[in-house]
Nanobody, 122 residues
Framework: QAQLVESGGGLVQAGGSLRLACTAS????????MGWFRQAPGKEREFVAS????????YYGDSVKGRFTISRDNAKNTVYLQMNSLKPEDTAVYYC???????????????WGQGTQVTVSS
């Protein structure tokens, strides 16, 4: 059974940085595309970034382009989200997701983590 566990969330001031990690088990990690999504209170879950199974292709949501970087280490079964120049509007629960196909929508992903809270203070 696939399991995704996020870590690295927390409280940071505007302009600061955080790195999220998501470690997978129960699946052949190097055969799965990975994605990061976020959900703020009262809002729909939003695409943040995704990466192909070997890391050769990456995609970003418009609101995070140039500030966030997705990467993966297949030897560690882990995907990362480096978040720089954080803004209060980045405050949300961040989820990682896995699927055999690379996608940009929540419906594209079969496996989800429980999420980690990121709070950016002004």
């Amino acid at each position: 059974q696939a399991q995704l566990v996020e870590s690295g969330g927390g409280l940071v001031q505007a302009g600061g940085s955080l790195r999220l990690a998501c470690t997978a088990s129960g699946l052949t990690f190097n055969q799965y595309a990975m994605g990061w999504f976020r959900q703020a209170p009262g809002k729909e879950r939003e695409f943040v970034a995704s990466i192909s199974y070997r890391g050769g292709k990456t995609y970003y949501g418009d609101s995070v382009k140039g500030r966030f970087t997705i990467s993966r280490d297949n030897a560690k079964n882990t995907v990362y989200l480096q978040m720089n120049s954080l803004k209060p509007e980045d405050t949300a629960v961040y989820y990682c997701a896995a699927d055999s196909m690379l996608g940009l929508k929540t419906s594209d992903y079969d496996h989800w983590g429980q999420g980690t809270q990121v709070t950016v203070s002004s």
